[in-house]
């Protein structure tokens, strides 16, 4: 089972650069987020999709865009890079909403540095 | 803003001792969740516990809830090496949107001792 995939592992941007990390999950999930972890703060929900074609914002949305054409698929678009989105990115999904029974199965994460 | 917060953000005991972590959160939730991350690794899922109950059993872990003063504690009975690592608690609730997101705290570090 591969479970979660994220790619790339390692990636460095110049300001205003842009990228998109991956995210594919093959557990038929209909529930799929992305987050960034810093440190001292945790984990900080960016966006998250609750099926194909519907996707919300989370607490810390601005400077990244999402879409979710399939299940499998999720995503993550930079468009133009600031120092600030230097971070650890993870991907996680979940069968269910987290509501229900939704415990969530992450990526190894995507360490991203902007310079 | 963060929803929850563990306490305390760091904690060391010798191997074999009992280890309890501690989080807030601050709005109604429908569930709270806990997980683990190894260094470097993504997150682990440990146990899920329900708004409605008090206290759920898993192996080494105990987890209480009290929706009265939006707390939940972890506790790692017998604790091992190998429990090194860091413990984030996630509540979930329903966005402005209507639909449920979950939440993580800032986590705890977790030392054992050998």
Request: charged share 15%; with cysteine.
């Amino acid at each position: 089972n591969a479970g979660v995939t994220q790619t790339p592992k390692f990636q460095v941007l110049k300001t205003g650069q842009s990228m998109t990390l991956q995210c594919a999950q093959d557990m038929n999930h209909e529930y799929m987020s992305w987050y960034r972890q810093d440190p001292g703060m945790g984990l900080r929900l960016i966006h998250y999709s609750v099926g194909a074609g519907i996707t919300d914002q989370g607490e810390v949305p601005n400077g990244y865009n999402v879409s979710r054409s399939t299940t499998e698929d999720f995503p993550l678009r930079l468009l133009s890079a600031a120092p600030s989105q230097t971070s650890v990115y993870f991907c996680a999904s979940s069968l269910n909403s987290p509501g229900s029974t939704g415990e969530l199965f992450f990526g190894e994460g995507s360490r991203l540095t902007v310079l | 803003s963060q929803q929850g917060e563990e306490d305390p953000q760091a904690l060391s005991i010798q191997e074999g001792e009992n280890a309890t972590m501690n989080c807030s959160y601050k709005t109604s939730i429908n569930n709270l969740q806990w997980y683990r991350q190894n260094s470097g690794r993504g997150l682990v899922h440990l146990i899920l516990i329900r708004s409605n109950e008090r206290e759920k059993h898993s192996g080494r872990l105990r987890v209480t809830l009290d929706t009265s003063k939006k707390s939940s504690s972890l506790l790692i009975t017998a604790s091992r090496a190998a429990d090194t690592a860091s413990y984030f608690c996630a509540t979930a609730h329903i966005s402005n949107f209507g639909n449920e997101k979950l939440t993580f705290g800032t986590g705890t570090r977790l030392t054992i001792i050998p």
